[in-house]
C-alpha cells in the first residue's frame, strides 16, 4: 500500500518484518533495553496485572503472552473492576442508547414501576425517587441509618440484577458503573437480607 | 519604553492578550507591574488553591474576565471523592463585596452551588458570560437565577455538568426582554424544558452564533428554531428521530438549506440513522464535526456523513467509524488538525473497532494533524513509529489502549520504541498521555526529547524510580505531571523537591509513595500544599511513616494550606 503523497503506511511483510532495523537505539551505552524482572512493575493496585504476566526478553513470548491473555479473556469482570478506567469521563454515555429503564420491584408491592437511570447522577438521587415512588416504604439509605418506616415498621435494602444474573446489594461500585450493569432493581425487605452478612453500608460516591 | 507616558504603554499592552505574555511583562520592573496590573482585564487561575479571591481582587481592580479550574484532571475518572473541594462560592462572595465589574466566569472542575449562582447574577450588572465545563453541585434553579437577573447576557454554555434537573422552568426565566444572547449551550440537562418558551428565546435573540439543544428537544423544534436562526454557526442538536416521509422531515430539510452559515455540528444526543441525509448540505462547510455523543449510527452512516465534510478540521467520533472509516477521512479531509476516537463500549474488548491502522491511515492522509486523543484496543511499535516519521506537529498526543498493560501484539514488546519515536519527532508537544505495556525506557526517551512537554499522564507504567526520575529531570517546561498505578516511589519524589515549585501540580496514585516520604516534602517546602486522600477508616496518628499512600495530590501556592478540606484530605 502507497499513498499518492509518498507517506509511509505499515510496512508490511517485504521479506518479513524486520524490528531490530525500526527500532530506535536511543539507550545510554550500558543500559539494558528491557528489564528482567517483568512482575514488579505495577503500583500496588494491581486489578489488571493479576490477570496478564508478561515475561519480557522471552524466546518464546507468543505462546506465553497468548496463554496470559486467554486468561484474562476468561475473567472479564477483572478488567471492569479498575476504577477510572478508561479515561473516559463517565459523564460521557457515548455510544449508548441514553435511556436505561429498568424494572423496579418491591417485596410486597402489588405491582412493579420502571425507572429510567439515565435520569439520576448518583445513588442518593435514585433512592429518594424510589421512596416517593413507592412512598408507604421506606429504603435504609446510604448513611446506614436505620430508617424505619413509620406505618408499617419494614425496612427494604436495595439489591440489583447485573448483567451476569447476580443480585447485588446498590451501591458498592461508581455510580456509572451501577448504570451500565443494571437490569432491573429489587427492594428486598431487610429481614430477608439476613445471612449476607452485611455489616457496613458501601460508601455511595454520590457524583459518581 | 520609560520615555513614554503610562499610557501609552498601556496602549501598548493592550495589543498582549496571552496570559503568558502578560504575566512575563509584569516581571519587567515596578513600572510595568503596575501598569500591567491596573490594565489587565482577563485573569486565567489554573489551580484555585494556589492563590485567595483578595490577593486577585487586590492586584487586578480592573478584572472583567476571571478562569478557575478546581479538581484535578483524574477527578474525571472517578479518582476523586466527592466533596474534595474546589467551592467556587467564596470567590464568587468575595468578588460581589469588592468593586469588580465582572463581566465573564469560567469555571471547570469546580463546585457550583445554585448560591453561588445567584449571588453571582444578582452582583454584577455587566455579567454576560457564564461558561461552567465539568462542575457539579448545582440545580436548574441556579441556571433560572442566572436567565431571570443577567439583564445583559450573552453567553450561557453549560458543558458536560453533573446538574441536577428540576425540570425546566429556567428557560421560561429569561426575560422577554432580554435579546442579547449570542451563544446558549444547555446539551447536559437531561430534563425536559418548555418548548415554546425556547422558541420565544431564539426568536427575539438577533445574535444568537451558537445553539446547543438536549436530548429533549425533538426534531420538530429544531425545525422551527432553524427557521428563526438562519444565522447560526454552531449547533448542538438534541433529539434527531424522525420518519422521512413526514411532512416535518421535509421542512427541515429545506429549512437547513438556508443554514449556510453554520461551520461547527454536533449533539445527536438521538439519532435515526435515516435522518442523517438532511444534513449533507451542509457538510461541505463544516469545520467541527462531534459525533461521539451519537448513539446507534454504524460505521456506514459515520462514512457517509464525513465523506462530505472536505473542510473538517476537527472531528470528534465514536470508535465505531472502524479502522476502514478513518480510512474514508485520512482521504477527504485534508484540512484535518485534530482528531478524537472515543470508545463506543469501553468495557468491551471483543469488539476491536478501530486499531493501529486507522491511526496510520490518519497520519497518512492528514498533514495538518496537530491533536490526538485516540482510544483503541491495540497498537504496534511498528504503527506509532509510521505515525512519528508522517507527522512531527503534534501538540497533543494522547494513545489510550483499552487494556492499559497491553504490549505490541505483533512483536510482544513493550510501547517505549513506539512513543520514543513519537517524542523525538514532534518537537512542539505540549501534552501526552501514554498506554499500554511501558517500562522504564519509555521514560527515558521522554526526558530526552520530551522539550516543550507541559503535562503528562501516566498509568500502569514503568519498573522503578528511575522512569519518573527521567520525566522530573530531563521534561523543563513540565506544569502537571499525573501518575496512576506506576512503581514510583519515595527516592522519586523526593530527588528534586524544588522541582515542584516550577509546575502546577502533581498527582499519584497506586504508586509507591510512602507517608513519611509526603511528610518529609511537605516540611522542607513551604511553598507546595501536599494533600493525602486517604479513604480507609484509619486514622492519621495511628499511621506508620511507612504506610503507602493511596492518593497523593501536591501544587505549588502563595496561600499555603486551604481551609475548605474535607475529613479524609490530609494536609501535610
Known sequence: ?208 | MNYFPDEVVEHVFDFITSHKDRNSVSLVCKSWYKIERYSRQRVFIGNCYSITPQRLIARFPGLKSLTLKGKPHFADFNLVPHDWGGFVYPWIKALAKSKIGLEELRLKRMVVSDDSLELLSKSFPNFKSLVLVSCEGFTTDGVAAIAANCRFLRELDLQENEVEDHRGHWLSCFPESCTSLVSLNFACLKGEINLASLERLVARSPNLKSLRLNRVVPLDTLQKLLMRAPQLVDLGIGSYVDDPSSEVFSKLKAVIQLCNSIRSLSGFLEVAPWCMSAIYPICENLTFLNLSYAPGLQGNDLTKLVQQCRKLQRLWILDCIGDKGLGVVASTCKELQELRVFPSDPYDAENAAVTEEGLVLISAGCPKLNSLLYFCHQMTNAALITVARNCTNFIRFRLCILDPVKADPVTNQPLDEGFGAIVRSNKSLKRLSLSGHLTDQVFLYIGMYAKKLEMLSIAFAGDSNKGMLYVLNGCKKLRKLEIRDCPFGDVALLQDMGKYETMRSLWMSSCKVTLGACKTLAKKMPSLNVEIINESEQLEFSLDDRFLVDKMYLYRTLVGHRKDAPEYVWLL
Not at chain 1, 500500500?1 to 510496512?11: A, C, D, F, V
Not at chain 1, 536511543?26 to 533495553?33: A, N, Q, V
Not at chain 1, 489488571?48 to 505462546?63: A, M, Q, Y
Not at chain 1, 441514553?98 to 410486597?108: F, I, L, P, Q, R
Open chain 1, 1 to 208: 500500500m502507497s499513498s499518492e503523497n509518498g507517506k509511509r503506511l505499515l510496512e508490511t511483510d517485504a521479506g518479513g518484518l524486520n524490528f531490530e532495523a525500526t527500532e530506535l537505539t536511543l539507550g545510554l551505552p550500558g543500559e539494558p533495553r528491557v528489564t528482567s524482572d517483568g512482575g514488579a512493575k505495577l503500583g500496588s493496585k494491581r486489578g489488571i496485572s493479576e490477570t496478564v504476566d508478561l515475561k519480557l526478553g522471552d524466546n518464546n513470548p507468543e505462546v506465553k503472552l497468548g496463554h496470559s491473555l486467554q486468561e484474562a479473556a476468561k475473567s472479564p469482570v477483572s478488567k471492569t473492576q479498575v476504577v477510572g478506567w478508561p479515561p473516559v469521563r463517565g459523564f460521557a454515555k457515548r455510544g449508548k442508547k441514553s435511556c436505561k429503564y429498568v424494572k423496579v420491584a418491591v417485596d410486597g408491592a402489588p405491582y412493579l414501576r420502571k425507572v429510567d437511570l439515565e435520569m439520576y447522577n448518583s445513588y442518593q438521587q435514585l433512592l429518594t425517587s424510589l421512596e416517593d415512588m413507592f412512598s408507604c416504604f421506606t429504603i435504609r439509605n446510604y448513611l446506614n441509618e436505620k430508617k424505619i418506616d413509620q406505618v408499617n415498621g419494614i425496612e427494604y435494602m436495595p439489591t440489583y440484577e447485573d448483567k451476569d444474573g447476580d443480585w447485588m446489594l446498590v451501591g458498592d461500585v461508581p455510580w456509572q458503573m451501577f448504570v451500565e450493569s443494571c437490569k432491573r432493581l429489587r427492594l428486598m425487605k431487610s429481614s430477608e437480607a439476613v445471612g449476607l452478612g452485611l455489616k457496613t453500608a458501601p460508601k455511595y460516591s454520590s457524583t459518581n
